[in-house]
């Protein structure tokens, strides 16, 4: 079984950055999509960025050109740069994966994966 953990959250200033780090236990695939999301208090989980094999990588609108997805198979663990971080940047972050490749228009959604981190706490304030 596919297991996922996050780590890296916790508190900066605006402007500062984070890495987040997803690491993967269990059966994986290096072909399969792995994407992060994030849920602040009172929202719905919103897409933030997804990675496919050695396709391009996805970003929502809010964090393009701030953040930064990146990948090492042979560690099984995925990154998420994040760099001038906002206070709207404030939420849990989760990441996700699924067994099997997806169409790359469907790589936003959160129910196209099947397996989820437990998330981990992002705050930024002054």
């Known amino acids: 079984q596919v297991q996922l953990v996050e780590s890296g959250g916790g508190w900066a200033q605006p402007g500062d950055s984070l890495r987040l780090s997803c690491a993967a236990s269990?059966?994986?695939?290096?072909?399969?999509?792995m994407a992060w999301f994030r849920q602040s208090t009172g929202t719905e989980r919103e897409f933030v960025a997804a990675?496919?094999?050695?396709?391009?990588?996805y970003y929502a609108d809010s964090v393009k050109d701030r953040f930064t997805i990146a990948g090492d198979n042979a560690k099984n663990t995925v990154y998420l740069q994040m760099n001038n971080l906002k206070p709207e940047d404030t939420a849990v972050y989760f990441c996700?994966?699924?067994?099997?490749?997806?169409?790359?228009?469907?790589?936003?959604?959160?129910?196209?994966?099947?397996?989820w981190g437990q998330g981990t706490q992002v705050t930024v304030s002054s």
């Open positions: 269990g059966r994986t695939s290096s072909d399969a999509p």
């Open positions: 996700a994966t699924r067994d099997r490749r997806i169409i790359v228009g469907a790589l936003r959604r959160p129910d196209v994966y099947e397996y």
């Open positions: 990675m496919q094999g050695r396709g391009r990588p």
